[in-house]
């Protein structure tokens, strides 16, 4: 699919992104995309941007230029609440966030918003 732009719609997709931090640059014209049933690492050293782009793509960050795209809509701007709605979410580096839990219970604490049923429901 092509968006209006021209670009091919990717499930998610930054373009041209940069941000700074007063003098610092932490991002400079930054664009990736993901395609359907693709695996993305983003590595490199500290002080790379990698927390930076993941911030930017599940909108914590805004970037001063460029866009972030899910499904060929701008999501840029956006809260992080509204893009978590639209499928969109990252995790951070705790190690403990719900101690006590398993790895698949923290996953499934975050994924709460996205469910569509109710407690009986989802008894049931």
């Known amino acids: 699919m092509t968006t209006n732009n021209g670009h091919v719609s990717s499930p998610l997709a930054v373009r041209g992104a940069t941000l700074k931090f007063g003098g610092v640059t932490a991002l400079d014209d930054v664009s990736i995309s993901v ?41 840029t701007g956006l809260r992080v609440d509204q893009i978590a709605g639209r499928g969109l979410a990252r995790t951070f580096q705790g190690t403990h966030l719900f101690a006590g839990q398993t790895v698949v219970e923290n996953i499934m604490i975050g994924r709460h918003m996205l469910m569509k049923s109710n407690v009986v429901q989802a008894f049931f």
Do not use: C, M
Not at 48 to 68: E, M
């Open 35 to 75: 395609a359907d049933d693709e695996l993305l690492a983003i590595i490199g050293p500290n002080g790379a941007g990698k927390t930076s782009l993941l911030n930017v793509t599940a909108g914590f960050y805004r970037p001063q230029k460029g866009r972030v795209e899910l499904s060929g809509q701008d999501v």
